[in-house]
């Protein structure tokens, strides 16, 4: 059968999704909104192939690990089942990005894994089935397949939990200036994360208050409201990191130079620039700013000590397919 190549964009989440009612599909606790990152690209190519004896999946270049692997192939075992085939698939997946750089993939491996399996399977699924798919993959992969500013509805069930686009990426210049602190893998992966926030006892105040928080951020996205972005996003990401530092076990992400930067930013905010942080499960430092204030504000984080690197990235698209795929899937 035909390979087809999808390009995703990870994406950084201003109302974050911490938690699982179920686990195994993966439906959220909490909706949450994003935006897509478009300075950061997977681009992947599926072929089911009647003569491969087994699964292939390459990351990067290399033979996927056992646990990646076996992600992968649960997610093209659905696609297998709705397309009704049983051939094994080949799957070559590339991110622009460094893996071992702190940002993490699996947002954008699995929303662009959903669209390259089911075009590769000829199955004609619209943005909400996608969405659907790419979320038993990865929760925060949901929010990858529309573009621009996006929400995930929590829904009631399986059926009605995906994510839509509530403007388009030129609705408003925000940039993300991603603040590399440390590049090692994080402790403990966002999946076995999920599973722990019940056990914080802040976990039900966080998931009861999140529609009032859902209300404002959508809001102020709408209104190109900075000042009311800036406090939703902040706050939304220390309620998460209270309920991650006060599970059992708990789990601490920030590192001495994640509280510089956030000190940092709110003191330039406090002075008028137009800037704001919100961090996921790791100590690397999401700063938002505004188009206009991107140079002042690179510059102000990069001059923090214990800063590796701060990569810049606008508001990207949906995931899409590559019309003319090469046979090398490693050019991107
Ligand atoms: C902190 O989507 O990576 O980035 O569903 O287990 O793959 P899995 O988890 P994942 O969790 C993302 C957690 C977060 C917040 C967010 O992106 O909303």
């Not at 929010?143 to 929400?151: D, M, Q």
């Not at 069930?157 to 940039?175: F, H, K, Q, R």
């Amino acid at each position: 059968m035909f390979p087809y190549t999808a390009l995703a964009h990870p994406n950084i989440a201003f109302v974050k999704y911490w938690g699982n009612r179920d686990n195994g599909l993966r439906l959220p606790a909490n909706g949450s909104i994003s935006m897509n990152l478009e300075g950061l690209v997977t681009r992947t190519t599926v072929r089911f192939d009647a003569s491969l004896p087994a699964e292939r999946v390459n990351i990067n270049g290399k033979i996927a690990g056992n646990a990646a692997h076996q992600r992968v192939v649960s997610l093209v075992d659905e696609v297998r089942l709705m397309a009704r085939i049983n051939h094994f698939a080949w799957v070559e997946s590339e991110n622009n990005f460094p893996s071992g750089a702190g940002i993490a993939s699996s947002a954008a491996a699995f929303a662009a894994l959903a669209l390259a399996a089911a075009k590769a399977a000829r199955l004609d699924l619209d943005e909400a089935a996608l969405s659907r798919l790419a979320r038993h993959g990865s929760g925060s992969a949901c929010r990858s397949i529309p573009g621009g500013f996006v929400e995930w509805a929590a829904g009631t069930g399986d059926t009605d939990s995906y994510a839509v686009s509530i403007a388009s990426p030129e609705y408003w210049n925000l940039v993300d200036c991603i603040v590399v602190i440390s590049t090692d893998p994080k402790p403990t992966g966002s999946s076995e994360g999920h599973a722990l926030a019940g056990t914080s006892p802040l976990q039900s105040a966080r998931v009861d208050d999140a529609p009032r928080r859902l209300d404002i951020c959508r809001n102020a996205i709408l209104n190109r409201d900075f000042a009311a972005f800036a406090e939703i996003v902040e706050e939304d990401s220390s309620l998460m990191h209270a309920v991650m530092m006060t599970s059992h076990p708990p789990l601490y992400y920030w590192q001495p130079a994640t509280l510089a930067v956030m000190q940092a930013v709110r003191a330039a905010r406090a002075k008028g620039m137009p800037v704001c942080y919100t961090i996921d499960a790791g100590s690397n430092v999401h700063a938002i700013c505004t188009g206009a204030s991107v140079g002042e504000t690179a510059k102000l984080l990069g001059s923090i000590t214990g800063v590796r690197e701060v990569r810049l990235s606008n508001v990207g698209g949906p995931a899409r397919l590559v019309e003319n795929p090469t046979t090398n899937p490693y050019e991107i």
